[in-house]
């Protein structure tokens, strides 16, 4: 009784489950706000943590670029590229508002505005040398803008290519700075974060830890009502969610 539980239940208040629906429940007995277990100590913080530690290998040194930067998984990039020793973080995102909140909500300490800046001309700016870490939600022309400026020994890590799940075949982005990959021993590695459920455990306790010493802070997005789910799902694809984009069907007075 009273267990709080994570499963594909489909857009309803009220579920009868059978128990052998997938994800398997696993959030944690924490202190911390409910919103926090489908956010940043769930899959979304999860997804950042793998790509950034176990993929990208973060370094203390690597001049570090993050794509689609104010969305579920980027907002948490920074701050968990820092926990791990990064000094500084670049994000990438759409419109002032959003470039404003990467800064002062999600630690990142330069920002481009893809919707409004010269994207070159900030790259150019920002890494004059070139780039080690890529975190990738984007995909298309921006990555292969980045594989035109890698430095060796670079990672670029693919988490996403939203610029690309809706669009036809002959539109999408043909590669024309893939061959960099070799000239600068670099390496290009994608990831499912639902291959990675032996580290749930690892994960959720190093992300909970973090969020109460400060170093973690969550952004959530959250509306409120289940009439709001199909402006809230379609959001996600016009980009007008800043952090992890949920919504409350209910008020429960619970921790996780
Ligand atoms: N590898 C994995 O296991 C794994 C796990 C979870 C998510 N993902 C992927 O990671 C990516 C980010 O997920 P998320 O949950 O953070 O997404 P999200 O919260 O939905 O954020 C998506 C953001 O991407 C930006 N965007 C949308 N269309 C774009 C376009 N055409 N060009 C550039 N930016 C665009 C928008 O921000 P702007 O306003 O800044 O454009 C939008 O807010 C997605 O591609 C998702 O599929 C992968």
Not at 173 to 189: C, P, S, V, W
């Amino acid at each position: 009784m009273g267990a709080i539980v994570q499963a594909r239940l489909g857009w309803q208040e009220y579920a009868l489950i059978d128990g052998s629906d997938r994800p398997a429940p696993f959030l944690l007995p924490t202190d911390l706000p409910i919103s926090h277990g489908i956010g940043a100590v769930s899959l979304s913080g999860i997804t950042a943590l793998v790509g950034v530690r176990d993929i990208g290998g973060v370094a203390a040194t690597d001049r570090i670029l993050v794509s689609g930067a104010a969305g579920g998984v980027g907002s948490h990039v920074a701050e968990i590229a820092k926990a791990l020793g990064a000094n500084e973080v670049v994000g990438i995102a759409g419109g002032p508002e959003k470039c404003a909140r990467l800064r002062h909500d999600m630690a990142y300490d330069h920002v481009i505005d893809y919707k409004n800046d010269d994207v070159d001309l900030a790259l150019n700016t920002l890494f004059p040398e070139g780039i080690d870490l890529y975190f990738d939600n984007v995909g298309g022309a921006l990555l292969d803008n980045v594989l035109a400026r890698l430095r060796r020994r670079a990672r670029i890590v693919i988490c996403g290519s939203i610029s690309e799940y809706l669009i036809e075949a002959e539109d999408k982005h043909h590669f024309i700075n893939l061959q960099n990959l070799g000239r600068q021993d670099a390496k290009m590695e994608g990831f499912f974060v639902f291959d990675y459920e032996d580290s749930y455990p690892q994960c959720l306790h190093q992300l909970a830890t973090w969020v109460r010493e400060g170093a973690l802070n969550p952004v959530e997005d959250i509306s409120r009502g289940i009439e709001t789910l199909p402006d809230a799902l379609a959001d996600l694809y016009l980009g007008n969610n800043v952090g992890v984009r949920m919504v409350e069907v209910g008020q429960p007075d619970l921790t996780v």
